[in-house]
């Protein structure tokens, strides 16, 4: 047998036994009845799961939030409640548990293991009737708690951008910073972002009551205007409310109104309203309206905010 011969069985063996590496970003479909592996970063770096939505609670043996805590726990884990994503890392070489993440209403679990070679990204996802984006006749329908998870990532946008996030795969933005003047109030446009697959737009608004009475807006409905087409948004992230301005008057009489807190309104629009694909861009000459009630709603409509704890504090004006 020659030399050469030799040579090429050698490398041969080396391709054939070589351990296959990790992808460091990796999608995974959710189901309950499955245990999904998920190896853990140690030594270096951090692992983060993220949901298309808020998760409800996570439970596990051996993690602790405290990421000195090796002597008692296996693995740390960085969480704020009502966030959709979490991070892990392995505080020992051999550390394994099984975790579970209850969201909505559903138990999914993860086996995990600490590794030298970890999944980086986790993108989790639900396909079918269960959320996700499913495709209907070359059309895309937006399942809510998708929806619910654009405007996460649209509050998030500065630390996902930041941490270059697979999240941000086909998104444009754009800051029109446009102003509508309306009466005893005004909208202003800060940020819209486009999520491509979805054909779904999110608006970042900030609406200021000018008078000193409380100013009520059908929360369910803004309206989106861009020339002559109107839209309404097929989710929203609300309060209902602008809070009234401080009234004064001067020695003279003379009475001036302090505007009130500029108030963080999200929502978007998907698609067109007979369902095709409306393929608008972030970057166009949008209004937003609030449509003013003329009556005051019942206390508990607009105490009920669905306006999330943001991960980040939203930029000022």
């Known amino acids: 047998m020659n030399k050469t011969f030799l040579i090429f069985?050698?490398?041969?063996?080396?391709?054939?036994?070589?351990?296959?590496?990790?992808?460091?970003?990796?999608?995974?479909?959710?189901?309950?009845?499955?245990?999904?592996?998920?190896p853990v970063a140690f030594g270096k770096?951090?692992?983060?799961?993220?949901?298309?939505?808020?998760?409800?609670?996570?439970?596990?043996?051996?993690?602790?939030?405290?990421?000195?805590?090796?002597?008692?726990?296996?693995?740390?884990?960085?969480?704020?409640?009502?966030?959709?994503?979490?991070?892990?890392?392995?505080?020992?070489?051999?550390?394994?548990?099984?975790l579970t993440v209850i969201y909505s209403g559903v138990a999914y679990n993860f086996e995990l293991t600490a590794s030298k070679e970890p999944v980086i990204?986790?993108?989790?996802?639900?396909?079918?009737?269960?959320?996700?984006?499913?495709?209907?006749?070359?059309?895309?329908?937006v399942a809510p708690a998708r929806l619910a998870?654009?405007?996460?990532?649209?509050?998030?946008?500065?630390?996902?951008?930041?941490?270059?996030s697979p999240a941000l795969q086909g998104v444009t933005t754009a800051a029109?910073?446009?102003?509508?003047?309306?009466?005893?109030?005004?909208?202003?446009?800060q940020q819209v972002w486009r999520f491509d697959k979805e054909d779904t737009l999110v608006f970042w608004v900030r609406g200021q009551n000018l008078t000193a009475q409380p100013i009520y807006y059908d929360k369910s409905t803004p309206l989106v205007r861009l020339q002559n087409l109107l839209f309404t948004p097929s989710i929203t992230d609300?309060?209902?409310?602008l809070p009234p301005g401080v009234r004064k008057s001067d020695p003279t009489g003379a009475?001036?109104?302090?505007?009130?807190?500029?108030?963080?309104?999200?929502?978007?629009?998907?698609?067109?309203?007979?369902?095709?694909?409306?393929?608008?861009?972030a970057d166009n000459a949008w209004n937003v309206i609030l449509p003013r009630l003329d009556y005051t709603p019942p206390k508990e409509t607009v105490s009920a905010t669905s306006i999330r704890n943001l991960p980040y504090p939203l930029p000022s004006k």
């Not at 509508?180 to 005004?186: I, P």
């Not at 609300?238 to 409310?241: P, S, V």
């Open 9 to 38: 069985l050698f490398a041969l063996s080396l391709i054939v036994t070589a351990p296959a590496k990790t992808v460091p970003v990796q999608y995974f479909d959710l189901d309950p009845d499955v245990v999904l592996p998920l």
């Open 149 to 164: 998870s654009l405007l996460d990532i649209a509050k998030a946008w500065p630390l996902l951008s930041k941490a270059q």
């Open 176 to 189: 029109p910073n446009r102003v509508t003047k309306l009466e005893g109030y005004t909208v202003y446009l």
């Open 45 to 98: 770096g951090t692992t983060t799961i993220m949901f298309p939505a808020a998760i409800e609670a996570i439970r596990a043996r051996n993690i602790s939030a405290d990421p000195k805590s090796s002597s008692t726990s296996q693995f740390y884990i960085s969480y704020t409640p009502g966030n959709h994503y979490f991070t892990l890392a392995a505080l020992q070489e051999n550390a394994s548990d099984v």
């Open 238 to 241: 609300a309060t209902g409310e």
């Open 121 to 141: 990204t986790a993108n989790c996802r639900i396909t079918g009737s269960q959320g996700g984006t499913v495709s209907t006749n070359q059309r895309a329908v």
């Open 255 to 281: 009475v001036t109104i302090t505007p009130g807190p500029l108030v963080d309104i999200f929502f978007a629009i998907t698609g067109t309203p007979d369902g095709g694909r409306s393929e608008l861009l």
